[in-house]
């Protein structure tokens, strides 16, 4: 895709990623000369009209939100067999990964979130507009801390598609409502449940419930409660974990009645948070229920009486302090009360576990994933980062690398077709089409080319073709005309074999190499008589052959019919 123009505006320049329905790109809108990220439908989701239309429409009716936290959608449409979607380009990472390496966030950063997150909800549900797929990967955090939401519309697209929704709740159900995994429709009270967890996962680092399967998963947010945030994390306010436990209610009416007020209570205990506890007044603003931080105060003596405490007390800590070290250092009593973490990114589990072991903390690995710097199976993340100093005992979390996504295309060029094939799919990628050709220089069943060439980068799973040898090619007894036909006098012999000579002219309109295929249809079948790249303008002939008393043959420039001819025994040739 990349230098193709869709839809005659947008210029592909990058790839960013692949999602669960879409590859994005980064791309310049040839219009009005900005950049947008473009979303292209991908082809298996495509080659379902209904469905492809349905993304359409929804994306068309998501275009009229327009909130500074949402991601503003300029034109949804398709060109062709490519389905599209042009929206606002944000340079940033999404809310998963930002939760992966720095969870649990501070208290204040995950209200301000989840504010920003709350206030793009409110706007959408003033227009009717249910997200209903509220997620961390679809929340962008651009590269000047901007929270922005996608993907509205989707989940309703994919509602009318049930084997298209049940795949989809593998990604989603850890942040399902109980209504929505009982197959209900989504509402805004389910939007403020996936907020619930949402704003959970970034003060613990862990979501309310986790399972082996996403069966089990939805049957615990139907049943069970969720362990309160404060049990993961102390460090969370009350008042904070009351907004949590709120918006996590099993039946949607014991939620908040509306976004609107949960946005009143998490700006409520946002600007307590900010407020030190000796300067709060009753002027401040009232949340739905009570807010109560967690933190103890009494009310001080005078200032004298106070000094002499701290004094005393410092004195007594300074000297169990020097009493502790002493015994650690004649009596080897004790441990050190933190560790530092050691380097463990390029190793593998069992390398890290020793080195885990050896500084005095455990390891918890958190998944497997692509990575194109570290090779399978070594460690490309730690959280905490190496060299920080953290309690002994402390848990470190860890990811996997997968390896990288791309390989390149082995060179199988006059192998044979079986060897040729083994060697494709050992390196990760698939055999596609083949078509056959003459060669002088080939041996017959070797390969003559392949496509994409060797060498080139491609993402695993991805289809190599090839073109195998038919050995050297039969001289032609005709060799004159676009088409020759051969002699069509005397009698019928439905054996007998003709050859016919084609001559293709390859569009000079077409943006790089141009497949040629020709097809030959005869009383034995269909088959491929011809499939090669040629670059835009050549001219080429082709000797093909047909038997019977009827042959058709066809002409393709990329898989698009240019000519049709058919060769009658009885009528001669005829062009369509």
């Known amino acids: 895709m990349i230098g193709q123009v869709v839809n005659y505006r947008y210029e592909i320049l990058e790839k960013c990623g692949d999602g669960n329905f879409f590859t994005v790109y980064k791309a310049r809108d040839k219009v009005l000369n900005r950049l947008v990220a473009v979303k292209i439908l991908l082809p298996h989701y495509a080659a379902n009209r209904d469905f492809a239309e349905r993304v359409i429409a929804e994306a068309q009716a998501a275009s009229g939100l327009s909130h500074q936290n949402i991601a503003k959608v300029y034109e949804a449409d398709h060109q062709d067999d490519t389905y599209f979607i042009a929206l606002e380009y944000i340079r940033g990472l999404n809310l998963k990964d930002r939760v992966r390496r720095l969870a649990p966030f501070s208290p204040a950063l995950a209200v301000d979130m989840a504010i920003a997150i709350a206030e793009a909800l409110d706007s959408a549900h003033h227009q009717t507009i249910t997200h209903g797929d509220l997620r961390p990967k679809n929340v962008i955090v651009s590269s000047d801390s901007q929270v922005k939401l996608t993907d509205f519309g989707m989940a309703a697209a994919v509602s009318l598609f049930p084997n298209i929704q049940t795949n989809c709740v593998l990604r989603s159900v850890h942040y399902m409502s109980p209504e929505v995994a009982e197959g209900k429709v989504a509402r805004p009270a389910s939007d403020i449940y996936s907020l619930g967890v949402i704003l959970y996962e970034m003060l613990t680092g862990a979501v309310p419930f986790d399972g082996d399967t996403a069966i089990a998963v939805a049957l615990r947010h139907a049943k069970d409660p969720p362990p309160p945030p404060r049990s993961l994390n102390a460090g969370v306010p009350k008042a904070v974990e009351s907004i949590v436990l709120k918006a996590l209610a099993k039946a949607p009416e014991a939620r908040y009645r509306n976004v609107q007020e949960m946005l009143q209570d998490l700006r409520a205990v946002r600007q307590q948070l900010d407020a030190p506890v000796s300067t709060r007044t009753q002027d401040e603003p009232e949340m739905t229920e009570a807010i109560d931080l967690g933190v103890e105060h009494k009310d001080t003596p005078g200032f004298l009486s106070g000094a002499l405490k701290i004094g005393f007390v410092l004195f007594a800590a300074g000297l169990v302090g020097l009493v502790l070290m002493i015994l650690y250092l004649f009596f080897g009593l004790g441990s050190p009360a933190e560790v530092a973490i050691p380097l463990m990114l390029g190793k593998t589990q069992t390398e890290a576990e020793t080195l885990a072991r050896e500084a005095g903390v455990s390891l918890t690995p958190v998944g497997e994933e692509v990575n194109e710097e570290y090779p399978p199976g070594q460690i490309y993340l730690t959280v905490p980062e190496a060299g920080m100093r953290v309690k002994r005992g402390q848990t470190v979390k860890i990811w996997i690398s997968r390896g990288s996504r791309f390989v390149r295309a082995p060179d199988v060029a006059e192998m044979t077709e079986d060897k040729a094939r083994t060697e494709i799919t050992d390196s990760g990628l698939i055999v596609g089409s083949s078509a056959r050709a003459y060669s002088e220089t080939v041996p017959l069943g070797s ?70 295929r020709i097809t030959v249809e005869d009383d034995i079948g269909e088959s491929v008589a011809y499939e090669q790249e040629h670059e835009p303008g050549d001219v080429f002939d082709q000797v093909v052959t047909g038997s019977g008393q009827i042959v058709t043959i066809r002409t393709f420039v990329n898989d698009n019919l240019i000519r049709t001819y058919i060769f009658d025994k009885a009528k001669g040739a005829q062009r369509r």
Request: hydrophobic letters at 25%; aromatic letters at 2%.
């Open 447 to 516: 390969v003559v080319k392949q496509s994409p060439a060797p060498g080139t980068q491609l993402e695993r799973g991805q289809p190599v073709k090839l073109t195998v040898s038919m050995g050297p090619e039969p001289k032609p007894e005709t060799v004159t005309g676009e088409i020759t036909p051969p002699d069509s006098t005397g009698a019928y012999d439905p054996g007998e074999q003709r050859e016919f000579k084609v001559t293709v002219k390859v569009p000079t309109d077409g943006n790089g190499p141009q497949t040629v």
